[in-house]
């Protein structure tokens, strides 16, 4: 794992660090503008000060001051002294300015690799096999080369850590539905930070739901978890870490972890969720703040995303009765219809609509009308299967799906329909008016029909015939009945 990521403007100040002097930057010398200039200097000095000082020291060890002073004396010490401090001047730039002009160099290297890389995007140059510095020293110097070798590791860190955050993001963009992103993000969250289980809460009315989940053995009830609502009560990631000797309870994974992370997603200091992963090793304080980041974009990734599916719900909505409208009604029966075809399994429709409607709203007006209407498809919607759905199709008529019923299933669940909604009159002011539905059926693969227009049509015929033959009841059609709409009579 690498370093928390740095934003672009601070990787541009690196750059400029590299490139240039500035704070914490060692600048040249003020005296001759160049180190090694310097040194010359003070090393001619110091050779000068060496001819000067060298006569009166030998004529302490026993040269006469008549030859330790003699003129060609004096000018051959300071010729001496002026080989030595350029003799030691020039090993200086052999054996230090190799080094520190090839960290020079492969600082410029960097520098310039990072301002095109922020531009192009193209981060090849920077690879830290190809800048970093080989230096068999354990002085200053190799302490310098490893700096910048470990200057070099971590901008290369730094940029995975982009990258991946980058692509995180990216990823979350490119999945509207809010199961997808959650399903998405976890797969990538865990792959990235080594966890081999997780999982992805969002909180539903108060109650904690689970989005998605991985290698756990039973995530339903993690809702009910301690360490979960700590974390989400705290606003703070929770771990508990596992001694080696203590196996966790098969409720939360179904490997034996050695640590648990539960993280928080929040959004505006507000708690919608929690993500929560297991672990095979002790995490740590870099692992755990990018799991942080990593949380904080999915947390605005999920919200968008349940902002989205509620408006969708809503544009779905018939606006009085709550039920599907007819425009996703017959999207949702398309899709149930391919799902049908693709496995061979059967699926039939029913077509309702409520008898004399007309006189209901003429006796008693519109509102009573809508009343009405409510009442029907709440009694409706209440008698389907688990998996079925309710379409208001339009004025009086309701479309009920029923995937995977063949025609006795329909027929029986139609019936039931029926059979509830006149079983309940309907208050309206201080009277109990009655009233009864006529429905048609119609069923794949027994209609012989692989549209959901011709389905819906099919069942349209058998209401009609429902109407014909004297209302309050249940007819089926076939293909060969197709014909006469319902909607000629009331």
């Known amino acids: 794992m690498g370093e928390q ?3 672009l403007p601070m990787m541009e100040r690196h750059v400029r660090l590299l490139s240039g002097p500035g704070p914490g930057v060692v600048r040249r010398s003020p005296r001759t503008g160049g180190v090694f200039t310097d040194l010359g200097v003070a090393m001619a000095g110091f050779g000068i000060l060496v001819g000067v000082v060298f006569p009166p020291v030998v004529v302490g ?41 090839l960290l020079a160099g492969r600082t410029h290297q960097v520098a310039e690799a990072l301002s095109e890389a922020a531009v192009s995007g193209d981060w090849t140059a920077c690879d830290p096999q190809g800048c970093r510095i080989q230096l068999d020293s354990h002085d200053e110097l190799g302490q310098a080369a490893d700096a910048f070798n470990q200057l070099v590791d971590q901008l290369a860190r730094m940029h995975q850590i982009q990258e991946r955050h980058q692509g995180l993001t990216a990823g979350l963009l490119e999945h509207p539905g809010l199961t997808e992103v959650a399903t998405w993000a976890l797969g990538q969250v865990s792959r990235a930070a080594g966890s081999p289980a997780g999982a992805i809460l969002l909180l539903d009315a108060g109650q904690l739901q689970v989005l998605a989940s991985q290698g756990l053995l039973h995530p339903d009830r993690l809702g009910d978890s301690i360490l979960v609502e700590q974390a989400i009560t705290r606003a703070s990631t929770a771990t508990v870490a596992l ?9 939360i994974a179904g490997v034996r972890p050695r640590q648990v992370l539960v993280c928080p997603l929040q959004l505006h200091s507000a708690p919608i969720g929690a993500l929560l992963l297991t672990f095979d090793h002790p995490v740590t304080s870099t692992e755990q703040r990018l799991i ?10 999920l919200h968008n995303a349940a902002s989205r599916s509620a408006l969708q719900a809503l544009a779905a909505q018939d606006p009085l009765t709550g039920l599907l409208n007819r425009r996703y009604g017959e999207i949702r029966l398309a899709e149930e219809m391919a799902r049908s075809l693709r496995t061979s399994t059967p699926i039939a429709v029913v077509m309702l609509d409520i008898d004399h409607f007309k006189a209901v709203n003429d006796a008693y007006g519109h509102l009573s009308g809508d009343r009405v209407l409510k009442a029907v498809a709440t009694i409706a919607a209440s008698a389907l299967r ?3 759905a309710l379409v208001r199709f339009g004025g009086e008529e309701f479309l009920g799906l029923l995937p995977g019923a063949d025609v006795a299933d329909a027929l029986e669940i139609a019936e039931r329909i029926r059979a509830a909604i006149t079983a309940r009159p309907v208050r309206i002011g201080g009277l109990s008016v009655a009233v009864t539905v006529s429905a048609g059926v119609s069923s794949w693969p027994e209609a012989q029909t692989t549209t959901p227009t011709e389905l819906i049509r099919l069942a349209d015929t058998g209401l009609y015939r429902a109407k014909q033959a004297g209302r309050n009841r249940v007819e089926v059609a076939t293909a060969s009945q197709a014909g006469t709409p319902a909607h000629s009579t009331t």
């Open 5 to 7: 990521p740095i934003p």
């Open 61 to 101: 060890l026993g040269v006469s001051r008549a030859q330790a002073f003699r003129p060609s004396f004096w000018a051959a010490s300071l010729l001496a002294g002026l080989v030595v401090g350029a003799t030691g001047w020039g090993l200086c730039r052999r054996i230090v300015g190799r080094p520190v002009g």
């Open 243 to 251: 001694p080696e000797d203590v196996v966790l309870d098969a409720v």
């Open 292 to 301: 942080e980041i990593d949380a904080r974009s999915l947390s605005l990734a």
């Open 386 to 388: 688990q998996g079925d």
